[in-house]
Every structure is written in C-alpha cells, then in structure tokens.
C-alpha cells in the first residue's frame, strides 16, 4: 500500500459493502475486519456477542430525545458508551498492528488522528438493494423496504451520534462509490488502486 495504512468502509445495508472489504483485502494480501470487532468487544467485556449486537442497537439518539426520557433510559446509555469504548480501543489497536480494511463502526472517525486512513461509503440502488436482502438474506419482498430502511437508520445513528458526523454525507468521505454502477469488483478495484496510490 502507499501512504494509507487503512481502508475504513461505511456502507448502507445490503450495498456489498462487507463482501467489498473482503475483496479489498485479499487483493491486498491484509486483515479485514468486520464482525470480528463485534467478537472482540465481547470477549473483552466478558458478554456474549449477541449481548453486544442488542447494545448497539440500543441507541437512544441524544440529540433527539427529550432529556426526562434519557433520565430513565440512562443504563442503556451508559451500555451503549461502554460498547462504543470498547470497540473504539480494539479498532485502535488493529490500526496500529499494520495496514488493514475495518467495515462499520465509525473506523474512518476512530482513526483520523492515528493512523492514515482512506475513509469509503459504499451505497447502492434501492432495487439493487432490495434483490439482494431477498436473494442473500431470505427478506420477503413484503417487508423489504422495511427491512432496509430500518438497518440504514441503526447504521445511521449509531454513526452520527458518535462522530458528530452525517452517516450518508459525501463530505464525510474520501470516495463515495455505487456498487450498482461498478460491480463488488469493481469498486473493490478502485479501493486498491486508491490504497496503492503513493
């Protein structure tokens, strides 16, 4: 790789944008890690993976919930902030090892002081989207929009809660590719020739 250490991949549901990172990766013979922090925060938290997963999607949004509601909701915050602390250390870390691809998790934001970081938003067609929740995931083709509305807001505020930032913005990235347009390959081809650029 050139000057980028690391390739942090944010991206809407069912984009490619987890198949994308593991292309990136094995084309640049590094780590990809997506999931994998998931599991990493648990073992390090002493909970099970899945307790993790319901943490994050515990978010409360501080910025628009009334402040007599987060009163009484204070101990789902406060898991909320101690599974962000602990992700935030782990993605750190591997950072730090050497260069890797990181998917989700607000990596890009994580790591702007750290290490040089290519930050990617991978997006789609709402069709292109919808042919693949059925087609990989077994989604109904009644609840799909739903379904995908649903996981893009998590993603969403999860991000914007924690970064300050906008999830869907272009200004919060260095590239923003459509991976309806350019294939999985093909995106994960202008991420490598990115990466490599000196």
């Known amino acids: 790789m050139g000057k980028i250490s690391v390739i942090a991949i944010e991206r809407q549901y069912c984009s490619g944008g987890s198949e994308i990172g593991k292309l990136v990766a094995d084309k640049l013979g590094i780590g990809c890690y997506d999931r994998e922090i998931v599991n990493m925060a648990a073992l390090r938290m002493g909970i099970s993976a899945d307790k993790v997963r319901k943490m994050e999607e515990s978010l409360i949004n501080p910025l628009r919930t009334p402040i007599s509601f987060r009163i009484g909701r204070q101990d789902q915050l406060d898991a909320f902030e101690k599974v962000f602390a602990a992700e935030t250390e782990i993605i750190t870390e591997i950072a730090k ?5 990181i998917v989700g998790r607000c990596a890009g934001y994580i790591l702007k002081n750290v290490v040089p970081t290519l930050k990617v938003y991978i997006y789609s067609t709402q069709e292109s989207r919808m042919e693949r929740a059925m087609d990989e995931h077994g989604v109904a083709l009644d609840d799909v929009e739903g379904v995908l509305k649903r996981y893009d807001k998590k993603r969403g505020d999860f991000f914007n809660v924690n970064t300050q930032k906008n999830w869907s913005s272009m200004l919060t990235y260095d590239v923003c590719l459509n991976s309806s347009a350019l294939g999985t390959e093909g995106c994960a081809d202008a991420i490598v020739a ?5």
């Open 194 to 198: 990115m990466a490599k650029r000196k």
């Open 97 to 101: 090892q050497g260069p890797c691809v």
